[in-house]
């Protein structure tokens, strides 16, 4: 049995020597890929992420993506909200702290949209401001990508008239009323610049394929393995449709009762 506590630090290199030597071997090769498909910055880094957050967002939304998104060899990711510090999740429990303020940001390479419980996604579409704020940011970005109900923020802006998406499964039939949008029961969802995942946990599927289109598919694949994505959940229950009525309106009832 190997004794962690002696383990020599000095004939082995250490995690971050092992992650540090691969990301500069990762890098050399990013700076030519990410040209050929998306307009680099003046100053060559990688792309510009910016993930908005909104008061009653979900936490996996933005988070999950921010990890995956974050591992890019240069790219940079940045939490914005309308102003500057923390804003609360759709349970209240928790606070994500946006780092720029919407009105300090007018270009992105790539914006991420998270979605919210009801109370968030509807405070969120009839925000004037917020949704033209993503209109003007969307005329830069190389990627518009939104999560779960940030389809339908998306959607509010009349960005998405005419392509096809996902969003959570039980807000798909609303997307497809209240929008000329046409809804995939898809984990993710590749339409024109538009790119967008299903519930929550699909925001992890859709930043791994934008990371394979920002980068190539050799380094999305590392970029899994990085971070250990390869779920095997300990129940077979998270596909809507195959699930009965009876879980699918516990399922609603739990996000219902969580959400402030």
Not at 49 to 54: M, S
Request: with cysteine.
């Amino acid at each position: 049995m190997t004794d962690y506590a002696t383990f020599s630090t000095t004939s082995h290199p250490t995690r971050r020597q092992l992650l540090r030597g691969s990301a500069a071997l990762a890098a050399a090769g990013f700076a030519t890929t990410f040209a050929a498909t998306a307009q680099a910055r003046p100053d060559g880094a990688g792309p510009e992420i910016g993930i908005v957050l909104y008061d009653g967002f979900s936490l996996l939304d933005p988070t999950g993506p921010a990890e995956v998104l974050s591992r890019i060899p240069g790219a940079r990711v940045t939490m914005i909200a309308e102003r500057r510090g923390p804003v609360r999740t759709d349970t209240g429990d928790i606070a994500v702290v946006a780092d720029r303020a919407r009105a300090e940001v007018d270009r992105l390479d790539v914006l991420l949209i998270p979605g919210a419980g009801n109370r968030g996604t509807t405070a969120a579409i009839r925000d004037s401001a917020l949704l033209q704020w993503i209109r003007d940011v969307d005329t830069t970005t190389t990627w518009t990508s939104a999560v779960c109900t940030g389809s339908v923020v998306l959607a509010a802006t009349g960005l998405l008239d005419g392509h096809q998406a996902t969003t959570y499964w039980a807000s798909a039939p609303y997307l497809e009323s209240a929008y000329p949008v046409s809804c995939l029961p898809h984990r993710y969802v590749h339409s024109g610049k538009f790119i967008t995942a299903a519930g929550v946990s699909a925001g992890l599927d859709m930043a791994l394929y934008l990371a394979s289109l920002l980068t190539d598919e050799d380094t999305a694949r590392a970029i899994q393995l990085a971070v250990e994505y390869n779920p095997e959940p300990p129940f077979d229950s998270g596909d809507p449709t195959r699930a009965t009525a009876d879980l699918r309106d516990r399922a609603l009832a739990v996000l219902e009762r969580s959400q402030t």
